[in-house]
T-cell receptor, first 116, second 117 residues
């Protein structure tokens, strides 16, 4: 596997379900991100982890719970979601340290989430 | 706070022709980075091209080039000899190079480009 992978690619869940999204990066990066992509809206940064430590939480509702056990893996635990949470959830990673010459983020294919 | 605007929600171009996607941004910073990302249908987003604000020379990457106008805060993407595989959503992004860098990415709403045969 190369790059950034995400599973599952598609997920349909009821509002009372609990599910988890998984992301894995094979690029040796130290920072990982969760984004929400909704139709006709800019990408929304949800969570940032740098060296496994959460450094940003952009006022995301508590029904979304991230977990970063190490620099290569990132999870997003979902519970009691609402229909408006239906979106494409993208994971990304980057080499985020002082002195790095390249800042770009590398994205996974996303998980298409539908909440019924 | 920085904002990124892409005024063209959708565009189309005939195969082999040239198309320009517009992007404007608002910032008070003098040093920053700009990016164009491409998201093909049902495939992952990839970096197309990037530009450092301190460089006056416009970045180019094969058929992709940018027109960076710093004073006007404009960063358009030109695709020459359009190919069917260029059909995708294109996102313009701004980054302030302040550590931690990843938190300082701001994306525009995207332009959906269709290349017609």
């Amino acid at each position: 596997e190369t790059g950034v992978t995400q599973t599952p690619r598609h997920l349909v869940m009821g509002m009372t379900n609990k599910k988890s999204l998984k992301c894995e990066q094979h690029l040796g990066h130290n920072a990982m991100y969760w984004y929400k992509q909704s139709a006709k809206k800019p990408l929304e940064l949800m969570f940032v982890y740098n060296f496994k430590e959460q450094t940003e939480n952009n006022s995301v509702p508590s029904r979304f719970s991230p977990e970063c056990p190490n620099s290569s893996h990132l999870f997003l635990h979902l519970h009691t979601l609402q229909p408006e949470d239906s979106a494409l959830y993208l994971c990304a990673s980057s080499q985020d340290r002082i002195g790095v010459s390249s800042y770009e983020q590398y994205f996974g294919p996303g998980t298409r989430l539908t909440v019924t | 706070a920085q904002t990124v605007t892409q005024s063209q929600p959708e565009m189309s171009v005939q195969e082999a022709e040239t198309v320009t996607l517009s992007c404007t941004y608002d910032t008070s910073e003098s040093n920053y980075y700009l990016f164009w990302y491409k998201q093909p249908p049902s495939r992952q987003m990839i970096l197309v091209i990037r530009q450092e604000a301190y460089k006056q020379q416009n970045a180019t990457e094969n058929r992709f080039s940018v027109n960076f106008q710093k004073a006007a805060k404009s960063f358009s993407l030109k695709i020459s000899d359009s190919q069917l595989g260029d059909t995708a959503m294109y996102f313009c992004a701004f980054m302030k190079p302040q550590f931690p860098y990843g938190q300082n990415f701001v994306f525009g709403p995207g332009t959906r480009l269709s290349v017609l045969p």
